[in-house]
């Protein structure tokens, strides 16, 4: 068994806004097969964000031997959950992503998780599966619980999973091993990115904005600092070690690049990475 390497196309974000159907072609011809979509306006466009039909996008897919995984879906809800789920089954794909959450407090925290119970739920009615995807503010802590622990605990397995970015895990001041362990099967997906050597932040995001702060949108962007992302196999990570990791927890099929930030062309950001990728054992492409 081997994980198969993908890629989450808000990796070439700016590429995709100007040619979306073109730029599946080069992350295609980069390496990358197996792609994840970010669709962050999910009430104006049922389909992927960027205005194509399933019908376009499967001509696209075909030429370029690609296939689509999952789809990061926001908002995901009863609104528009029909026709998210009839455009995604109708590209081939079954996994819907709920892409970021904020918390203001506990009770808030345990309002949001009954919406992703009850949303997971839905999605597996209709045959699909449904993740989290987190990022450092998931590691908070509210009543001694951490967020994250509260989504796992308080939802069915049968209905909510997680999209385990590792990046975000160890900015929240956690060790992305020791959690995958503790979430085991629990984890369906990973996000890989990696974590600049000479960062001038603290690796533990709670040092810069402090633990009781509520980290809004506008809190996270305010403290993201891009100089932290670097590409796979550049920074201070050990991807083999999350690798092996995964293959041994055995319910992990896919490793996704996603590059939030470069200094870099992005698509030849996200070229860099694949001959990071290439380094590490038990990762597979096609």
């Known amino acids: 068994m081997a994980l198969k390497v993908g890629i989450q196309l808000y990796s070439v974000r700016d590429l995709m806004d100007r040619n979306p159907l073109g730029t599946i072609g080069q992350v295609a011809d980069a390496g990358y097969r ?18 194509v039909s399933p019908e376009e996008l499967n001509e696209v897919l075909a030429r370029s031997r690609s296939k689509i995984i999952s789809a990061h879906i926001f908002p995901f809800c009863e609104e528009n959950y029909k026709k998210v789920v009839e455009y995604n089954q109708k590209i081939g794909n079954h996994t819907v992503v709920f892409p970021m959450e904020v918390f203001r407090d506990y009770d808030d925290t345990m309002r949001k998780i009954e919406t992703y119970e009850k949303m997971g739920k839905m999605a597996a009615e209709e045959g699909m599966r449904f993740l989290y995807h987190n990022h450092y503010q998931e590691l908070q802590e509210f009543h001694g619980h951490k967020v994250l622990d509260l989504i796992v605990e308080n939802t069915d397995p049968a209905h909510v999973n997680l999209e385990l970015d590792t990046f975000w895990v160890l900015r929240g001041g956690v060790d992305p091993v020791e959690l995958m362990k503790r979430y085991g099967t629990r984890i369906k997906m ?4 990696d974590f600049a050597k000479d960062t001038k932040t603290p690796v533990n995001m709670f040092d810069v904005v402090g633990k009781e702060t509520y980290i809004t949108r506008e809190v996270f962007n305010q403290y993201k600092c891009n100089d932290d992302f670097v590409e796979i196999g550049y ?33 030849e950001s996200v070229k860099r990475s694949m001959e990071g990728f290439r380094k590490f054992e038990g990762i597979v492409w096609e």
Do not use: P
């Open 34 to 51: 197996y792609l994840e979509t970010a669709n962050h306006r999910a009430l104006e466009d049922d389909g992927v964000g960027f205005g």
């Open 190 to 193: 990973l996000h890989q990115k």
């Open 235 to 267: 920074g201070q990570m050990d991807i083999q070690k999350i690798i092996d990791t995964a293959l041994e927890i055995g319910s992990i099929e896919y490793i996704v690049l996603e590059q939030d930030a470069t200094k870099l062309d992005q698509l």
